[in-house]
């Protein structure tokens, strides 16, 4: 994956027309709230809808070859969208984007179709009935075809500039190679600018599911650059065909699979330290081999975390949770203590470093009433990024602030390690005793 977001591996962001830069001069900035965000009303309030879509409570998917996917919603509802109902030019419609536009960003891409794709390809797959089915050459840049029918979601929403909208997402396809069924996150700004991200495929571009396969949970998160009213919207569509639809759910946050359909080590299926005699410090190991794939780390308790690299190759960027109001400070190290200002992070957005990388750097801004509970294995999931391959010895250091007459903070529980890569070699290690009084005089020394 090129663009980085800390449910979205593996995926390349599609703009049709201008991208939506990330605003630098940001006075406030909150998450954006959607009406019935969740569908916790038990249906479809707040959004609109074309084709076939549906709220739906857990859901059976079953695939072209027999498999089932049992899918299970954050809470208690989540958006079902199957591929048919609609017309592409009327989905186009829909979202108020230019025609030719989703045909557009699903052609753009790499795909198994002409063998660009993460699993190789190019002599077609086994698809429904043990028939092997021959690459469609349709003379489109990757291979795939034209996009027939599907199904939309959609929701208007003011934001202010520097805002950030966050929603998670599932696909599971129900097709087999060449046939793509793509799926699609498209958000058009106030001056109708309009970025259309394909989430996942079976073929590619976006996340590579191959026949008949599931994406896992992930999250499509962006910091907004205009003030004005903005479409947030998904879609799910057939290529070449209208039969074995494809399907995408929607949700306010991560839901589950059953098969689980994330991989260990990913955000929704952590890695956990091994036992040893060190209760002192969390212990794993992972080399990096795909620079720009996020690798998820996650500690204790803490109202803040320093990072350092102790040695391998510098992070490039990092990927902080959605934890209080999502908004944290990144300070670099001035030479004695972490009092360089580097800007401020939200949450799913990925905060780049300059080039180069930095070997540490500390996260500030995590509210004490969210008390953060040590024994949640999952507590402050933070992806990394890094500026080159190799084996990587890194701390993650809690900083920690006691608070009187509060709930007494119990002791840490084992850390999770998220690793989203091939894993080799980590060390994560925790220090206590960071005092408000620093966090203060760095905060003071800025002003």
Known sequence: MET????????????????????????????????????????????????????????????????????????????????????????????????????????????????????????????????????????SPNGNSDLTNGSAISQNFFANAGDTIDMSWNYAARDYVPFTDPSFAVLVAPDGTAFIDVLASTTGPGLVTGSDGISGVFSFAQQLNQTGEYKLGFAVANTGDTAFNATLFIDDGAGACNPACNDLGSPENPLLPIDDDTPESFDFTFIVTEPTTPIFIDPVVAIGYDYIVNSGPNVASVILPNIGDGIYEIYGWGGSDFDVFLGDAFANIEFAFAVGGVDQFQVLGIETSEMLDPNDDTAFVTGLTFVGQGTVDISQIPVTLDIPDSTPVPEPAPLALLGLGFLSMYFVRRRSGRTEAQKSAAEASLA
């Not at 695939?63 to 299970?72: A, E, M």
């Not at 809470?75 to 048919?84: K, R, V």
């Not at 989703?102 to 795909?111: E, I, N, R, V, Y």
Request: proline share 4%; charged share 10%.
């Open 4 to 139: 980085l977001s800390y449910i979205k591996p593996s995926i390349k962001q599609i703009v049709v027309a201008t991208s939506l830069a990330m605003f630098a001069n940001i006075v406030s900035a909150v998450p954006v709230t959607l009406v019935n965000q969740g569908f916790e009303t038990g249906d479809l309030t707040g959004w609109d809808t074309i084709g076939e879509v549906t709220a739906a409570g857990q859901t059976n998917v079953t695939t072209s070859n027999g498999t089932n996917y049992l899918i299970s919603p954050n809470d208690t509802t989540m958006a079902f969208l199957d591929s048919f109902g609609a017309s592409v030019s009327e989905i186009e419609s829909f979202f108020g984007i230019a025609s030719g536009s989703l045909d557009a960003a699903q052609m753009a891409g790499p795909s198994l179709n002409n063998g660009t794709g993460s699993d190789g390809g190019g002599g077609g797959e086994e698809g429904g009935g043990g028939v092997v089915i021959p690459p469609i050459d349709t003379g």
